[in-house]
């Protein structure tokens, strides 16, 4: 059984950083794509980052490009999403996904996309 379990969110100051860090186990993540979702209270969950199996290749929602940098060391079995320059509207429960199936990681913007999530961690920007 695949599961994912987010950490390393919390309460920042507008321009801080946090790392977030998605542990996996029960699958083999070398053959996953990997994705990091939010979901601020009252919107949709929407598309942060996603990376592909080997963590060649990302991709980024327009809204965080720049600012954060999703990254995996599948040794680890782990998924990293590190987050500068941080503004109040990023505050939102962060999710980690997995799917096995994704082929282009282009078209993984969509939480339907993905079959696997964790229960997310909370991220809280201050201004």
């Known amino acids: 059984q695949v599961q994912l379990v987010e950490s390393g969110g919390g309460l920042v100051q507008a321009g801080g950083s946090l790392r977030l860090s998605c542990a996996s186990s029960g699958l083999t993540i070398s053959t996953y794509v990997m994705g990091w979702f939010r979901q601020a209270p009252g919107k949709e969950r929407e598309f942060v980052a996603v990376i592909n199996r080997s963590g060649s290749s990302t991709y980024y929602a327009d809204s965080v490009k720049g600012r954060f940098t999703i990254s995996r060391d599948n040794a680890k079995k782990t998924v990293y999403l590190q987050m500068d320059s941080l503004k109040p509207e990023d505050t939102a429960v962060y999710y980690c996904?997995?799917?096995?199936?994704?082929?282009?990681?282009?078209?993984?913007?969509?939480?339907?996309?993905?079959?696997?999530w964790g229960q997310g961690t909370q991220v809280t920007v201050s201004s």
């Open positions: 996904a997995a799917d096995q199936r994704i082929g282009s990681i282009v078209a993984a913007t969509k939480p339907a996309v993905f079959a696997s």
